[in-house]
């Protein structure tokens, strides 16, 4: 996934996560990345399987969908202006969602590794703080130097 393009979009609101994922949907079409199936498919997914998480001080939705409606592997991180109230993964209730991070994987196994690393790292406040206040031009970086980077290389930069 390290040679996965990172989409990035702050200063936006949505009036709800459907409007949210709507965005998402019509900015990867445009952008190439997926096929045009994907829209409906991220809707879909997310009506069956939430994708709200409460983290410790804040939440994060990573709507995704299956790699069948993928051209090539990309991250679409948005930071609303507002938080968006997405429902939760493992519950019945709500997150207000600071961040969305858009997983578009090409073949399934890469979902399950990215999902992995990506709670790995959301686990670290400074990190997810981090990508709540960056200027919105040193987003992507940030996020593949904590995301893409393997542990060895990371250790041997510090």
Request: charged fraction near 20%; charge should be negative; glycine fraction near 4%.
């Amino acid at each position: 996934m390290h040679n996965c393009q990172v989409f990035v979009k702050t200063g936006i609101a949505f009036e709800d996560y459907h409007e949210a994922l709507t965005h998402i949907g019509e900015s990867m079409v445009q952008a190439g990345v997926v096929q045009t199936s994907y829209p409906q498919a991220l809707l879909i997914r997310e009506a069956e399987f939430p994708t709200g998480i409460q983290l410790e001080h804040h939440a994060v939705a990573i709507p995704h969908c299956e790699a069948m409606h993928a051209r090539t592997p990309s991250i679409y991180l948005i930071r609303p202006d507002a938080p968006v109230e997405f429902f939760q993964a493992d519950d019945e209730g709500t997150v207000a969602a600071s961040l969305i991070i858009a997983l578009i994987v090409t073949h399934p196994s890469e979902q399950l590794v990215l999902l992995r690393k990506l709670f790995s790292q959301l686990q670290e406040p400074t990190f997810y703080e981090s990508l709540l206040t960056v200027p919105e031009d040193q987003l992507a970086e940030l996020f593949k130097q904590h995301v893409f980077v393997p542990a060895q290389e990371k250790a041997a930069a510090v």
